[in-house]
């Protein structure tokens, strides 16, 4: 795919030229992303409404209460799974919607199928690794959790744009994935962990707005902590579930474009030094100094 560098998210970034452009994008095409990502967030809102939550928690049975969510181990499930679609579809979206893509919404959607199956596979192999990680970080306590947890975090931003820019296999997409995340480790894992403390705290800011029609609800729940019940029935409120799902698609645009800024930064840094180390005969030498060699930008500034 030659024609990637044409992409406004191609070149090698440093942290602040990574967050501007992030954002940059994000408002460029701002309506397309919030409309895919709020009809992923209706759905999902809306099935789990349906879960009986309050049933769960007035349940003290341990064999009972296993057996629910036994129960709702396969729509929970099928959520998933369609939140991955969705997923695939933004990503796909953000990719080709830059490079000039005819019809690219419609593409988004019907050709996201071609690269959901892998994914799937992949992110169940994911899944496992992350859960090894986290029994490790575990053992480290919270600086070891949050660690592995920004390390799976890496891995999964990589998976989708070097499947689809590259046309990858599952086998060469989990090699690629790894080759790329660790050639530039240490700024990948920061530039993760400010992606993901910046996502929370928006996140927070955004549910605290949407949750103020419903204060009421919260303030008598602490004046009496046995009516807890109010706040699982508040999930069902049609409009909270209308609130919380334009919270949702806010935000969610913001992971298929940073997954590109690391890609791409990748990527561009690998092309760079691939044209820098070609020798006469056409082969190419790579220096290690150059894995650790400052993004242009920051050279020009010295």
Known sequence: MDQIKNHPLYRRHNI????????????ARFVVLFLISLVMS??????????????????????????????LLVPMLI???????????????????????????LNSI???A????????????LSFVGIIALIAGIMVLIVGVFFSLTYIAMLSFFILPVMMVEESSIDRTIMRT???????????????AVFIILYVIISIVLSGIV??????????????????SKIVTLTTDP???????????????????????????????????NVQTTSNDGTYKVRVEDLYARPKEEENQN
């Open 110 to 112: 019907w050709r996201s």
């Open 16 to 27: 602040d030229s990574a967050m501007i452009s992030l954002w940059e994008f994000y408002k």
């Open 239 to 273: 409009l909270f579930l209308v609130l919380s799902s334009a919270v949702n698609a806010l935000t969610l645009p913001l992971f298929p474009i940073f997954a590109f800024i690391l890609y791409f930064n990748g990527k561009a840094q690998e092309d760079i030094l």
């Open 178 to 192: 790894l080759r790329l995340a660790h050639r530039n480790f240490w700024p990948n894992m920061g530039w993760t």
């Open 211 to 228: 949750l103020l029609p419903f204060a009421g609800s919260f303030l008598s729940t602490f004046a009496n902590p046995q009516d807890t």
């Open 42 to 71: 209706g759905i999902v809102q809306y099935s789990t409404s349906f879960f009986d939550f309050k049933d769960l928690q007035s349940t003290t049975d341990p064999a009972i209460l296993l057996e629910k969510f036994r129960v």
């Open 79 to 105: 959520l998933a799974v369609v939140s991955l679609f969705f997923s695939t579809v933004l990503h796909y979206y953000v990719l080709h919607k830059p490079l000039g893509e005819s019809n690219v919404l």
């Open 114 to 125: 071609i690269y959901f199956l892998p994914y799937i596979v992949i992110v169940i192999i």
